[in-house]
């Protein structure tokens, strides 16, 4: 049975938390999210400004902005700074069951302490570079180019921009690509009919 949502309340506004996005769902209008990413982590809460009209971040028009309200109608009284629970608190099962952490853990570290891998984020600060496994090639990760290269240098650099638009799944937040591991390299069967690799998928 698909357990029921847990719900804060922003402005008046009920919200549903949805833990496997990371998002806020305006009960009612399920189409309105807000987006925990967009949010300051502030360790015990977060904040972020919120738009009393689009019930969402400020940045985010309401429908009287679309259809061409004028500025003066527009104005800032609409925008104001909320704090919201973290999400150990807004969720303590659903972080639990999807961070493998006991509740225990909710208490004693932040939210960032147990979504994020403390050993990788403590490697990145010592400039170790990220790199992903492939199978039987290594690739380093170009974060500002977003590219991968191969480690040995040997090959071409995989390009993901490239494949955003058709093999990029926003709702898990990764690339599911086809890699040739005859070639060492990732094929684009929707454009050229290649088939009989393995998929590799990674975030």
Not at 45 to 70: A, C, E, I, P
Request: glycine content about 6%; some cysteine; overall charge negative.
């Amino acid at each position: 049975m698909e357990r029921e949502l847990p719900t804060i309340v922003i402005e008046g506004t009920e919200f549903l938390f949805d833990i496997e996005r990371t998002v806020l769902m305006e009960k009612g209008a399920l189409h309105n999210e807000i987006d925990f990413r967009f949010m300051k982590d502030l360790g015990t809460h977060y904040g972020f400004t919120y738009s009393t009209k689009s019930r969402n971040h400020s940045f985010y028009g309401s429908l009287d902005d679309l259809v061409g309200q004028s500025e003066q109608q527009a104005d800032r009284k609409t925008e104001i700074y909320v704090e919201i629970p973290r999400i150990a608190d807004i969720d303590p099962e659903g972080m639990c069951r999807k961070y493998g952490c006991r509740i225990e853990d909710l208490k004693d570290k932040s939210d960032f302490e147990i979504m994020v891998d403390q050993e990788i984020f403590n490697e990145r600060l010592r400039g170790i570079p990220v790199t992903i496994e492939f199978p039987g090639k290594t690739y380093l990760v170009d974060v500002a180019r977003n590219v991968l290269e191969p480690l040995d240098g040997i090959g071409e650099n995989i390009r993901l921009n490239a494949f955003h638009y058709d093999y990029y799944y926003e709702d898990d937040e990764s690339y599911h690509l086809f890699y040739n591991i005859k070639q060492n390299s990732v094929e684009d069967p929707l454009r050229d009919g290649t088939w009989g690799m393995t998929e590799w998928r990674f975030r």
